[in-house]
């Protein structure tokens, strides 16, 4: 179970809270997304949960252990259990698309390995295995700057797969990307999460693919929780009290 418990986040003496005493508890197998307009917290809140970013008060929780107070090998350890898709992809341009993927294994491959490029034929098998699963193992072999964002953004996953991990983290994975593009790739991930009954949470813009997706809606404005349930119940009422009044 992922817990936030009273979690506070302040980046500047005097700046406004990006966070403002959040607590929610994230159930194994949960797929759950929080929506909010651009600045309410959502990235905040997504980078709390891996030590990305460190609350100002309160704390994050992992199956019982303390994110926020996990130092160096400890944060290491839990991370390894966390995989993170992220806006921008965060690719090697330069490097071909099974060797991005191969990077999900970095933190339980010895050093030489790494630095050498010499990936055990297992991993390297392992690679193709995930890129198969999302639908571009014939692009192996091509450097990912060759790339549209859509096979980028599954190169990324991929990457994620190859981690094995038990929580999938999402910020703002679908926002660069054509509205038909964002959802193959949310379809692709909700199949993922059924599959291997991956804890999920995401922030997303996107009311319609919030609710296509998620079992569960956390809502945030001005980092505080507005709304938390079911999609169902995110009606006009709700979006207008996550969003505010149009401007």
């Known amino acids: 179970m992922l817990q936030f418990v009273d979690v506070s986040k302040r980046y500047a003496h005097g700046a406004p809270l990006a966070l403002s005493q959040?607590?929610?508890?994230?159930?194994?197998?949960?797929?759950?997304?929080?929506l909010g307009r651009s600045g309410a917290g959502k990235s905040t809140l997504i980078r709390c949960a891996n030590g990305l970013v460190s609350p100002s008060s309160g704390e994050v929780r992992w199956n019982g252990r303390s994110v926020t107070a996990a130092r160096h090998r400890e944060l290491l350890d839990l991370r390894s259990e966390m995989g993170m898709i992220f806006q921008q992809f965060h690719l090697i341009d330069r490097l071909d698309v099974q060797t991005n993927v191969m990077v999900g294994r970095f933190h339980d491959l010895p050093?030489?390995?790494?630095l050498i490029g010499s990936?055990?034929?297992?991993?390297?098998?392992?690679?193709?295995?995930?890129?198969?699963r999302v639908?571009?193992?014939?692009?192996?072999?091509?450097?990912?700057?060759?790339?549209?964002?859509?096979q980028q953004q599954r190169v990324a996953i991929a990457r994620v797969l190859m981690q094995r991990p038990k929580l999938l983290l999402g910020d703002e994975p679908v926002a660069s990307l054509d509205p038909v593009t964002a959802d193959v790739i949310l379809k692709l991930l909700k199949e993922i999460h059924q599959q291997e009954r991956m804890t999920t949470l995401l922030n997303l813009h996107?009311?319609?693919?919030?609710?296509?997706?998620a079992t569960r809606i956390v809502g945030i404005r001005s980092g505080r929780v507005v709304f938390d349930g079911p999609p169902d119940q995110v009606d006009d009422a709700r979006i207008r009290e996550i969003y505010g009044a149009a401007e």
């Not at 050093?111 to 790494?114: D, K, Q, S």
């Not at 450097?143 to 964002?149: M, T």
Request: glycine share 10%.
């Open 119 to 132: 990936f055990p034929a297992e991993v390297r098998e392992q690679a193709r295995q995930a890129l198969a």
């Open 135 to 150: 639908g571009i193992d014939h692009l192996a072999e091509q450097r990912a700057d060759g790339l549209s964002g859509g």
């Open 22 to 34: 959040v607590s929610l508890d994230v159930a194994e197998g949960e797929f759950v997304v929080v």
């Open 206 to 213: 996107d009311v319609r693919l919030a609710k296509q997706v």
């Open 111 to 114: 050093l030489w390995r790494v």
